[in-house]
């Protein structure tokens, strides 16, 4: 069975420190990655995509992918309490659906 | 640009009635649907994802069932609900999977509680 596992948490940082948030997955043939934010009550946001090896950086954002581990990781940086939400793994398979991930809770603390 | 409604937001049902939920996408055309459900405290689920007009694929055996009449839109049925179908159900779009990107846009989302 296809797995995107993550941390349920809650991960608590205070804020402006470097919230790390990570994910393995069970699928090789898995070719993109996504990372969703989700607030309470919401339906998902996309906040980053990855699709090769390395690190992306957008914005206070950067996901970095690892695929010869089988690993994907979003790091925030300079956190706020704005940050705090449900953060959700997602990657691809069968090249026509997204596997999520059951989400991790991030508490940004002033 | 692109945008996806979905509807009913909220809604209380007793067992046994039946369901429909509705979802549609503007902006795009042939676009990928898919429905997942949220359980309290839990991931996505897959429940049913469609590649085209009358395409439709299941991914878990229960008492739900998809349709696609028109090629931006997405129904979410059941005959007769369980308890069991309570939760968050999410509409999403996704561009036709021969692009690089595969990220997937969701609807505002439906909250079914069943009593």
């Known amino acids: 069975q296809k797995e995107v596992e993550q941390n349920s948490g809650p991960l608590s940082v205070p804020e402006g420190a470097i919230a790390s948030l990570n994910c393995t997955y069970s699928d090789r043939g898995s070719q993109s990655f996504f990372w969703y934010r989700q607030y309470s009550g919401k339906s998902p946001e996309l906040i980053m995509s990855?699709?090769?090896?390395g690190d992306k950086e957008d914005g206070r954002f950067t996901a970095q992918l690892n695929k010869a581990s089988q690993y994907v990781s979003l790091l925030i940086r300079d956190s706020q309490p704005s940050d705090s939400a449900t953060y959700l793994c997602?990657?691809?398979?069968?090249?026509?659906?997204?596997?999520f991930g059951t989400g991790t809770r991030l508490q940004v603390f002033p | 640009s692109q945008t996806i409604h979905q509807w009913p937001a909220t809604l209380v049902q007793p067992v046994g009635s039946p369901l429909s939920l509705e979802c549609t996408v503007e902006?795009?055309?042939?676009?990928?649907l898919y429905w997942y459900r949220q359980a309290a405290g839990r991931g996505l689920q897959l429940l049913f994802y469609?590649?085209?007009?009358?395409?439709i694929s299941s991914e878990v055996p229960q008492n739900l069932s998809a349709s696609r009449p028109q090629d931006r839109q997405f129904i979410l049925s059941s005959k007769k609900l369980l308890l069991s179908d309570s939760g968050f159900y999410l509409c999403?779009?996704?561009?036709?999977?021969?692009?690089?990107?595969?990220?997937?846009?969701f609807g505002e989302g439906s909250r079914l509680t069943v009593l």
């Open positions: 999403a779009w996704g561009r036709p999977w021969d692009s690089d990107t595969g990220e997937l846009f």
């Open positions: 902006g795009t055309s042939n676009p990928n």
């Open positions: 469609s590649v085209g007009i009358g395409q």
């Open positions: 997602a990657g691809t398979y069968n090249t026509d659906k997204l596997i």
């Open positions: 990855i699709y090769s090896n």
